[in-house]
Every structure is written in C-alpha cells, then in structure tokens.
Nanobody, 124 residues
Framework: QVQLVESGGGLVQAGGSLRLSCVLSGRTFSNYGMGWFRQAPGKEREFVAA????????NYADSVKGRFTISRDNAKNTEWLQMNSLKPEGTAVYYCAADLWGVATMESGRYEYWGRGTQVAVSS
C-alpha cells in the first residue's frame, strides 16, 4: 500500500518560514520524481515545486522562486519544502505527490500518488 504523509504545516506570520516534510512508504522512493502542489480555498490546485528522482533537477512556480526550496533524501524516503518569506496568498493546503516518470514535472496529471495534505496559514 502506497502512502504519502505530509507534515510541518501550521500558522505563521507573513515573512516567516515553515518546512514541510513528506514521507513515502510502500514503494521505492528513489524511483519517483516528487512534487508539491497547493490548493487555496475556492481555487484550483496549483503547482509549487518538483524535484527529479536523483534530485539533480528542480522546478518551481514563478510565484515561489527564490523563496521556496525543494529537496529530498532518498535514504530517508523523504522530501522537504522549505518555505521562506511566506505571504498571505500562500495560505493553502499543501500536497506532496509522487511521479513514476522520475522527472521534476509541473503537470499534476503525471503524478500517480498523492498525500492528504497539510494546512499552511499565513497571517498578515
């Protein structure tokens, strides 16, 4: 059974930082490209960041470039999203996802497995 479990969400003031984690179990983590997406209330889910299976390639949404950093440790079956200089518009449920193609894709349809999400709230 494949499971993706996110953690690290919470309430933070604008300008603050949070670090999200995602652990994959039930599959070989190093086979998968990993991504982060988010969905704000009343909005569609959007791409945030992605990392290829070896971590050699990354991709970011323009809205988070320079502020967010995605990383992974295949030995720990874990990926992270370091979020700095958070803005109120970053308030959303953040989801991690796994892509068997192994690339850092922005396309949500390419991801086979999804976590249940972790809530991030940024106050102004």
């Amino acid at each position: 059974q494949v499971q993706l479990v996110e953690s690290g969400g919470g309430l933070v003031q604008a300008g603050g930082s949070l670090r999200l984690s995602c652990v994959l179990s039930g599959r070989t983590f190093s086979n998968y490209g990993m991504g982060w997406f988010r969905q704000a209330p009343g909005k569609e889910r959007e791409f945030v960041a992605a990392i290829s299976w070896k971590g050699l390639s990354t991709n970011y949404a323009d809205s988070v470039k320079g502020r967010f950093t995605i990383s992974r440790d295949n030995a720990k079956n874990t990926e992270w999203l370091q979020m700095n200089s958070l803005k109120p518009e970053g308030t959303a449920v953040y989801y991690c996802a796994a892509d068997l193609w192994g690339v850092a894709t922005m396309e949500s349809g390419r991801y086979e497995y999804w976590g249940r999400g972790t809530q991030v709230a940024v106050s102004s």
